[in-house]
Every structure is written in structure tokens, then in C-alpha cells.
């Protein structure tokens, strides 16, 4: 299993960003996957999750803001964020439960006011 995040960057308060992670290793299609997010001294927290066969769920913190999709032909997973914060500010990782966790290296998002 790979996973390769991308995407990450600064941008000010009110702006988006979206992160991409590529997939390979596993059946894709087949999966629930996940966006987690760190922000710094905090624990590792789940942002968004969308099935196999495309529902999504969404934390509070970031409901009506962000949107998980995914591209089963090209197996990459998105995460379009719009009206960023600075409370956003994390590395951002994709995440596959799949007999163990698999973890993505991670994306900086960094928004300043």
C-alpha cells in the first residue's frame, strides 16, 4: 500500500486549498477512505471519511467547508477546502483502515489571518 498526499500550501484566512492523495497497493475502489489532520501539540484527528461507493461524513469542525470526493479510475482521493481558518492550520493525511492503518507521509496547511 502507497499513499502520496498532496496539495498542502499557505493561504490566508477565507482561501482553499485542494489536497489530493494518490492510492496504489490495494483495491481502491473497494475501500473507506479517510482525511486525518495534526495539527501542532494536538493529537491526530479525522477530518472527513467518504466510502466505497462515495458517502461522505464530515467532522463538525468542517462541515459546509471541506469536501471529500474520490476518482476510482485514477484512485486518488480529494479533499477540496474552501473559507479555510487558521484553526485549520495541520499536516494533513490520508489514511487507509485496511488490516492495519496505512498513513500517507502528510501535507502542510498552513492559513494565516
Known amino acids: 500500500v502507497q499513499l502520496q498526499a498532496s496539495g498542502g500550501g499557505s493561504v490566508q484566512a477565507g482561501g482553499s486549498l485542494r489536497l489530493s492523495c494518490a492510492a496504489s497497493g490495494f483495491m481502491f475502489r473497494l475501500n473507506t477512505m479517510n482525511w486525518y489532520r495534526q495539527a501542532p501539540g494536538k493529537e491526530r484527528d479525522l477530518v472527513a471519511t467518504?466510502?466505497?461507493?462515495?458517502?461522505?461524513n464530515y467532522a463538525d469542525s468542517v462541515k459546509g467547508r471541506f469536501t471529500i470526493s474520490r476518482d476510482n479510475v485514477k484512485k486518488i482521493l480529494y479533499l477540496q477546502m474552501n473559507g479555510l481558518k487558521p484553526e485549520d492550520t495541520a499536516v494533513y493525511y490520508c489514511?487507509?483502515?485496511?488490516?492495519?492503518?496505512?498513513w500517507g507521509q502528510g501535507t502542510l496547511v498552513t492559513v494565516s489571518n
Open positions: 489514511n487507509l483502515n485496511l488490516r492495519r492503518e496505512w
Open positions: 467518504i466510502t466505497s461507493d462515495g458517502n461522505p
